[in-house]
């Protein structure tokens, strides 16, 4: 083979060399822009992700604080008609014999050694009294009703309750007013659910500083018959 042929020959194959180092430096290249591209991209997502996840947080911040303070607020406000019972006269022993109430509801006395459950319990049909004092000496709110009370107000009494730790509802046909709301000591008859002092009873009185036993169990007790 002449010497012309060799060096043409490695001429060519040092030009397929720088060719193919060309081709992977470009495809290097290619592939650090795709990950650049992928990592920011990711990134982006990221941010953004944990942007709106603090933005909700911040939000819902934001309710409780403006519920917190609606609370206090309500339960800072006098309510109308409300009537209360001395705390010391208002016995509280564990009896099996029957207690007969010199109110209806009953607010407070002696009381069956079994509560009602009361974590935002819906009662279709009229409860014990006896086990029903007991919630109230938890910090129960108990809300009754007659037939007199309108579908709707009955609901929505009914969704109120259902969210509310330590309250229960039931119907009650020998109370004297259409609606009455019941804590230990403390009770208020309204004649619609709209009525303000719906709201006001149960920030006042929902776990109150009328609480003989506050945060006692309000579930594992009596529940629907």
């Known amino acids: 083979m002449s010497f012309d042929r ?5 001429q060519m194959r040092n030009a397929d060399r720088a060719r193919d180092r060309r081709n992977r430096v470009l495809v290097i290249g290619l592939s ?3 990950v650049a591209g992928l990592v920011g991209f990711g990134t982006s997502v990221l941010l953004d992700k944990s942007e709106a996840a603090d933005k909700e947080q911040a939000a819902a911040a934001q309710d409780a604080k403006a519920a917190s303070t609606d609370k206090e607020k ?3 406000e006098p309510i109308k008609g409300l009537k209360t019972w001395d705390a010391k006269k208002l016995t509280r022993n564990h009896v099996t014999t ?3 109430y010199p109110m209806k509801p009953p607010v407070g006395g002696d009381h069956s050694p079994v509560w009602m459950n009361c974590d935002g319990e819906v009662y279709k049909k009229a409860i014990p009294d006896m086990s029903a ?3 109230l000496e938890h910090g129960s709110v108990w ?3 007659t037939d007199k009370a309108s579908a709707a107000d009955v609901a929505a009494l009914a969704k109120r309750v259902g ?3 330590y309250s229960l509802m039931s119907p009650y046909q020998d109370q004297a007013g259409t609606i009455t709301l019941s804590a230990w000591g403390n009770q208020v008859t309204v004649d ?4 303000r002092r719906v709201d006001q009873f149960f920030a006042k009185f929902v776990q109150g500083a009328q609480t003989p036993e506050p945060g006692a169990a309000c579930t594992g007790g009596l529940g629907a018959q």
């Open 98 to 100: 029957t207690v007969t």
């Open 192 to 195: 619609s659910a709209a009525d």
């Open 32 to 34: 650090v822009v795709v």
């Open 143 to 145: 809300v009754t009703y």
């Open 163 to 165: 969210k509310t730790p």
């Open 74 to 76: 309500l339960a800072s």
């Open 6 to 10: 060799r060096t043409r020959i490695e």
């Open 133 to 135: 004092v007991h919630s």
